[in-house]
Antibody, heavy 119, light 107 residues
Framework: QVQLVQSGAEVKTAGASLRVSCKAS????????IHWVRQAPGQGLEWMGW????????NHAQNFQGRVTMTRDTSINTAYMELNRLRSDDTAVYYC????????????WGQGTLVTVSS | DIQMTQSPSTLSASVGDRVTITCRAS??????LAWYQQKPGKAPKLLIY???SLETGVPSRFSGSGSGTEFTLTISSLQPDDFATYYC?????????FGQGTRLEIK
């Protein structure tokens, strides 16, 4: 069965960097995009960007330009999201999620990674 | 950028009620719209894709309609498990945009 398993919760200090991993199983990793979506406490869903594991191409939301990097390692079917210069308002649950080649809806989600940024 | 606006933000209803949630796009998006259900502490779950297609395994009391700029999610007869937050989502070739969410609560 399809699974996206994310790395564990993190506590960071403002100004630090964050790296979350997302290990895929149960499907052909390079056949689907991996997206990153975050959700601040009590708030809605915010799309951050995607990576195409087949060729490494990425696209990021304007809000995160210059601060986010998305990479993948096809040898271990894992995608990574790195967010730099963390601020307190980056405190959120970060999800990875899968789509077919866009345009397509997200059909599977990771379990989420809680990131707490303290000042 | 395309903006997605859901209404209402909160909806109070009873078991057995028929409820409708609306999602409006700031410009025409064809049928590139999905609906998700999210429960506290859980990842969202896909209900409807391409505006009106029911995801496998989702109960038939859920339905979606619309195209262009106005879309609706209808639950024909609310069940206790349906009280949750619902999000619409536009997807295109480059990006994804979520609505702000509608919280469905028990009256």
């Amino acid at each position: 069965q399809v699974q996206l398993v994310q790395s564990g919760a993190e506590v960071k200090t403002a100004g630090a960097s964050l790296r979350v991993s997302c290990k895929a199983s149960g499907y052909t990793f390079i056949g689907y995009y991996i997206h990153w979506v975050r959700q601040a406490p009590g708030q809605g869903l915010e799309w951050m960007g995607w990576i195409n594991p087949k060729n490494g191409a990425t696209n990021h939301a304007q809000n995160f330009q210059g601060r986010v990097t998305m990479t993948r390692d096809t040898s271990i079917n894992t995608a990574y999201m790195e967010l730099n210069r963390l601020r307190s308002d980056d405190t959120a649950v970060y999800y990875c999620a899968r789509t077919r080649v866009l345009p397509a809806a997200v059909d599977y989600w990771g379990q989420g990674t809680l990131v707490t940024v303290s000042s | 950028d395309i903006q997605m606006t859901q209404s209402p933000s909160t909806l109070s209803a009873s078991v057995g009620d028929r409820v409708t949630i609306t999602c409006r796009a700031s410009q025409s998006i064809g049928s590139w719209l999905a609906w998700y259900q999210q429960k506290p502490g859980k990842a969202p779950k896909l209900l409807i894709y391409e505006a009106s297609s029911l995801e496998t395994g989702v109960p038939s009391r859920f339905s979606g309609s619309g195209s262009g700029t106005e879309f609706t999610l209808t639950i024909s007869s609310l069940q206790p498990d349906d009280f949750a937050t619902y999000y619409c989502q536009h997807f295109n070739t480059f990006s994804i945009t979520f609505g702000q969410g509608t919280r469905l609560e028990i009256k």
